[in-house]
């Protein structure tokens, strides 16, 4: 089973930066759909960023122009570059794969963050930004 563990957590002023990182390990399938999910305080989980195989990158409105998605060459690790933070940033941020490609992209394409879409999920890194 392919497995997920983010770093990269942690506290900065509003206006600063952080970059998430995802390692992966144990792939099972030849390619996987991957994206950056968040849940803040008392919401349900949302979709943030997502990257497809073939790199192309889809961004949720409110981060569109502050975050950027990315993978290392050897496809071990998955980046959130995030600039511009804002308080309303503040949340836990969760990398998720799914090896369904075709059917994740199907929907994402169509605007959903539906977070069943995806199969195998991280342990969540808090995020924390304040004004």
């Known amino acids: 089973q392919v497995r997920l563990v983010e770093s990269g957590g942690g506290s900065a002023q509003a206006g600063g930066t952080l970059r998430l990182s995802c390692a992966i390990s144990g792939y099972r399938f030849s390619s996987y759909y991957w994206a950056w999910f968040r849940q803040r305080e008392g919401k349900e989980r949302e979709g943030v960023a997502a990257?497809?195989?073939?790199?192309?990158?889809t961004y949720t409105d409110s981060v569109k122009g502050r975050f950027t998605i990315s993978q290392d060459n050897a496809k071990t690790t998955l980046y959130l570059q995030m600039n511009d933070l804002k308080p309303d940033d503040t949340a836990v941020y969760y990398c998720a794969a799914e090896p369904d490609v075709a059917y994740v992209r199907r929907w994402i394409r169509k605007g959903s963050w539906d977070p069943q879409l995806f199969d195998v999920w991280g342990q969540g890194t808090q995020v924390t930004v304040s004004s």
């Open positions: 990257i497809d195989t073939d790199g192309t990158t």
